[in-house]
């Protein structure tokens, strides 16, 4: 989308490029730290949406933390996708898009509107 000359939107793209180190963390608190202070930049969290991401610990962790900072939350359910909605992101009331660039821009929009 950042490259699509027809979309306006702005991206601060903050995906991991590198892994982040957390062997030394057991619990996982360098890497909810870590991930905390991305999601912290962010105006809003998209969540994709893929055939295993509804039973991700990490991804109800994700979209809890996006909505106590305030930031916008929406998902976009990946091409061909058939798994479930996270049940979080429905109890939020966050759009879903589906694979289509029109919904997808929509959402994002629409997240981006109702962050409190």
């Keep these: 989308m950042a490259q699509n000359p027809n979309i306006e939107i702005e991206f601060y793209e903050t ?3 590198t892994p982040i180190n957390s062997i030394n963390s057991k619990d996982g608190a360098y890497l909810r ?5 991305k999601i912290g930049r962010a105006s809003v969290l998209v969540c994709l949406i893929g055939n295993a991401t509804a039973s991700s610990e990490w991804v109800e962790w994700g979209i809890l933390t996006a909505k106590e900072l305030g930031k916008g939350l929406c998902g976009v359910r990946l091409k061909d996708s058939q798994g479930r909605t996270p049940q979080v992101l429905r109890a939020v009331g966050a759009p879903v898009a589906d694979w289509d660039m029109g919904q997808i821009v929509a959402a ?3 997240a981006a509107a109702r962050r409190c």
């Excluded at 730290?33 to 202070?37: A, G, I, M």
Aim: net charge positive.
């Design 33 to 37: 730290q870590t991930l905390k202070q």
């Design 15 to 17: 995906s991991l490029k």
């Design 108 to 110: 994002i929009e629409c």
